[in-house]
């Protein structure tokens, strides 16, 4: 992702492909029309309304596929008569297939380039490691070895500066500079929730992936975890976790694997297989009533998870038995937040 600011076209003597470019632009535009019309057509008896045309502010993003830009040297770049110079976060190696202009809700403009047969340095670290993960609602990952990753929940921690800066636009009136100004510090703060997030994904993927080799974890359903538990689910970002973790598996030569969503996991006890037939949620801990083990919810989870994961790469086997039963401690221990899992996904 890029970082661009217009400068003035006499820096450089370049030929115009203007003309392709506005040609680009009307083949692209009218292949997106004659689409919006053929569903229109095709669902107006539903109740679906004509296709509509934007405000130019509205529009986000425009892409170049193979005319109308060229780079030139000195992190500069020509689209179609004008020339911008920007700020790489990295060299462009490769073939560039698309160029996409980006505008963010502040209004900064970003431009992504897409290559082709762009050589990847590979990065091995090899530990031999393998091991399964739980995610969890109060503690985001509980691993098979004992250790617990907390979640740092962003969201809730920036919420009252959230509702501060809502409720001062909500009050300036439309249309005026105030607004616009209200506006601008609400996206600042919900852009910084988002940065802070995204930045301690990357760094807990680079975490686990220097510190094992092979990955494992449950599959998640994260449209009906959302329904359940709503903005929660949403601070915490499971799915962008593991988009990034599966990023930098891919290109550290590691292994991550997700086990089947019906899989007991929970229900499951790691020392001798027996399976509860019934497990409610606010069970943190039970005891296996074959081999007298006590089980806690979450770390017994990431343990199956582990051990199902090492079966699918055909480094272990797992054993299945009869169902065992959940028991309850009449008066269970009192223990600090984040010293036991409450509210996992299971």
């Not at 919810?297 to 009869?322: C, F, P, Y």
């Amino acid at each position: 992702m890029l970082n661009f600011k217009p400068i003035s076209p006499s820096y450089v003597n370049v030929r115009s492909s203007g003309g392709r470019l506005a040609l680009k632009q009307c083949k692209i535009f009218a292949n997106a029309l004659s689409k919006a019309y053929q569903l229109f057509f095709k669902h107006h008896k539903k109740g679906v309304r004509p296709p509509g045309f934007k405000k130019v502010r509205k529009y986000k993003s425009f892409t170049l596929k193979q005319a109308g830009y060229k780079f030139l040297g000195g992190s500069k770049v020509k689209i179609g008569n004008k020339v911008y110079q920007f700020w790489k976060s990295r060299e462009i190696e490769g073939t560039v297939k698309t160029l996409t202009i980006k505008r963010t809700a502040l209004g900064e403009l970003f431009m992504l380039v897409v290559v082709d047969n762009c050589p990847e340095p590979e990065t091995k670290f090899t530990t031999s490691n393998i091991a399964g993960f739980d995610f969890g609602m109060k503690v985001f990952l509980t691993c098979s070895d004992g250790t617990t990753i907390e979640s740092p929940q962003f969201f809730k921690q920036s919420l009252n500066a959230i509702k501060n800066a809502s409720r001062q636009h909500s009050r300036k009136l439309k249309g005026s500079a105030n607004r616009e100004r209200a506006r601008k510090n609400l996206v600042r703060k919900h852009e910084d929730i988002s940065n802070r997030r995204r930045d301690g994904a990357w760094k807990l993927a680079h975490e686990l992936t220097n510190k094992f080799d092979v990955l494992c974890f449950e599959t998640l359903n994260l449209k009906g975890m959302q329904r359940l538990w709503g903005r929660k689910i949403s601070d915490l970002a499971f799915g962008e976790f593991l988009q990034i973790l599966e990023w930098i598996a891919k290109k550290k030569n590691k292994l991550v694997i997700f086990i089947d969503r019906w899989y007991p996991s929970s229900k499951t006890c790691s020392n001798c297989g027996h399976i509860l037939e019934s497990l409610d949620l606010s069970v943190r801990e039970w005891r296996c009533q074959e081999c007298q083990s006590i089980n806690g919810r979450d770390e017994n989870a990431a343990k199956n998870i582990q051990a199902v994961g090492a079966s699918t790469v055909e480094l272990g086997n797992v054993s299945r038995a009869v169902p065992a039963i959940a028991v309850l401690p009449q008066n269970p221990p009192r223990v600090k937040t984040g010293e036991y899992v409450k509210n996992s996904v299971r």
